[in-house]
């Protein structure tokens, strides 16, 4: 059980912000979903200026609408029951394993689907292991064959253009201590950062 939540946490990857833009882009055009292959998440630009990643779970955990649970590992897929009252949502396979424990946002529903804050649980230390300074930033998407963790990163403005994120949260970027600033551009569906050391194409997505 361990071993499986090591390699699902193993597809939260840091990254290096990037730069290769030269003249402003208005902000509508960079807010939304953008996929990153490479890292293989979704870097999520909000109105809002908040910057998330979205990291599709999905090959390791789904949840159904009855609550149930089905992991899959490298040694076979595995089904579980968990349990949910309208607003909390916890799962325990075993006896003294707390795999996750989360309370939906926005009210109680009669439906599992929708997002929720994590609390706690082995997949909450694993997240808060592998993005320290994040606690308390991080949030599951459970919907129909889906389940993403969403994690609250930093804010973000344009300046200039240039893409400048804030210092709070910033040691997550490589090479970053303290407020980092990029140019980008942004052609079409195509989202592209670039830094002396790495560029990174992403698609926008739904």
Known sequence: MRKFLIIAAA????????????????????????YCDAMSCTFMFTEESELFFRIDLSE??????????LMTSG??????????????????PAEGIDLLEMTRIG?????VYGEYTLNSGIMYDQLAEK????????????????LEAKLRICEYTLD??????????TAIFAGGNGKIQYNYAVDGDILTLVSPSQNLVLSKTD
Request: net charge negative; aromatic share 10%.
């Open 75 to 92: 040694d076979g897929s595995y089904s579980y029951q968990g349990n949910y009252d309208g607003t909390n949502f916890s799962l325990s």
């Open 107 to 111: 009210g109680s529903s009669e439906s």
């Open 160 to 169: 200039g253009g240039k893409l400048v994120f804030s210092e709070d949260d």
């Open 11 to 34: 597809a939260l990857l840091g990254f290096s912000a990037v730069s290769c833009g030269k003249k402003e882009t208005p902000r509508e055009d960079l807010t939304g979903n953008w």
């Open 60 to 69: 390791t955990m789904v949840i159904g609408e009855d609550a149930s649970v």
């Open 131 to 146: 993005y320290p300074g994040l606690e308390g930033g991080f949030n599951m998407i459970v919907s129909p064959g889906k």
